[in-house]
């Protein structure tokens, strides 16, 4: 069965530090990606997808970046973070058919202070 | 492009009571709709979708939705609400084209005994 595992489930940064935060999942190939932000426990922004290692797209301008170095593994990165980028994260997945739902992590609680 | 809207923020209900949770959707083209439920500080789980076929799609835990084309409307319901549904709903659409999902703004179901 395919899993997907996102971490550290929190984190607390210092404005101005870099972010690194990983997701990877396992039991299946060639995932679409994505990573969300939820922003004071209500709606998720769509901050990056991927439909294929290398690929990136990018939904909306912004602090953040987004790689897929491996099949199964998409990671966000900041260089600098600002209090804005304070959040709850989920990384999903889903398959390329049209009629199949996403898969969420468990999400990352960052913290900016 | 696509979009769902959920009209209420929080919906309120008395245990055992019916539940209902309303979402109406813009697409172009064929609708592709799903339901999430998210636990605070968790990723969101996967409810129900809809593809094509009967209006009543069947659920986890008990709850369905009710297609309806005419009013673009996807609505959540459940039979017999219990406390240990209070959780926040995401409504859901795929775009078909760039395998990407757009999420409504959540309902926040509060259940009460």
């Known amino acids: 069965s395919q899993t997907i595992h996102q971490w550290p489930a929190t984190l607390v940064q210092p404005v101005g530090s870099p972010l690194s935060l990983e997701c990877t999942v396992e039991g299946t190939s060639n995932p679409n990606l994505y990573w969300y932000r939820q922003a004071a426990g209500r709606g998720l922004q769509l901050l990056f997808y991927?439909?294929?290692?290398?690929?990136i797209s990018s939904e909306v301008p912004q602090n953040l970046s987004a790689s897929r170095p491996q099949d199964r593994q998409f990671i966000l990165s900041s260089k600098k973070l600002l209090l804005s980028d304070s959040g709850f994260y989920l990384c999903?997945?889903?398959?390329?058919?049209?009629?199949?739902?996403?898969?969420f992590g468990q999400g990352t609680r960052l913290t900016v202070v | 492009a696509q979009s769902v809207a959920q009209p209420e923020d929080q919906v309120n209900v008395a245990e055992g009571n019916p539940l209902t949770v309303k979402c109406t959707y813009s697409?172009?083209?064929?609708?592709?709709l799903f339901w999430y439920v998210q636990y605070p500080n968790r990723g969101l789980q996967f409810l129900l979708k809809y593809i094509t076929g009967d209006n009543l799609v069947k659920g986890s835990y008990g709850f369905e939705a009710e297609f309806n084309k005419s009013q673009t409307s996807f609505h959540l319901k459940k039979p017999s609400a219990l406390v240990s549904d209070s959780a926040l709903y995401f409504c859901?659409?795929?775009?078909?084209?760039?395998?990407?999902?757009?999420f409504g703004s959540g309902t926040k179901l509060n259940v009460k005994p």
């Open positions: 999903a997945w889903s398959v390329h058919l049209v009629s199949t739902e996403a898969f």
């Open positions: 991927s439909v294929g290692i290398g690929q």
């Open positions: 859901a659409v795929r775009e078909g084209n760039f395998n990407k999902f757009y």
């Open positions: 697409v172009s083209g064929n609708p592709y």
